[in-house]
């Protein structure tokens, strides 16, 4: 392992999790989009169903970001639910 690796490494370990230096920030964000862009798949299909799922899964990796998830199932939710409602009704 190169010195500069070992060093940053060590660096790390010294930042608080919640830390908001450049390298931090840019190190959260990987980790945000190594998580699947599948999960996204779950509230569109399942609507908040399948955003509480996806939030359940993915919550632990990227934390806030997962109630994405399920504000995206809400909204299918209401738009779906909508347009369900205008079909029987007609309004
Ligand atoms: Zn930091």
């Known amino acids: 392992m190169p ?50 799922i996806a939030w359940g899964c993915t919550k632990k990796k990227i934390g806030e970001r997962a109630k994405d998830y399920i504000w995206l199932g809400i909204a299918i ?3 779906v639910g909508t347009i369900i409602w205008m079909a029987l009704f007609g309004i």
């Open 3 to 52: 010195i500069s690796d070992r060093y940053r490494d060590w660096d790390r370990e010294e930042h608080p999790p919640a830390c908001n230096c450049a390298d931090c920030v840019e190190r959260r964000m990987k980790e945000i989009r190594k998580v699947s862009w599948a999960w996204w798949l779950l509230p569109i299909f399942l609507m908040w169903i399948g955003g509480l």
């Open 77 to 79: 939710f209401i738009i």
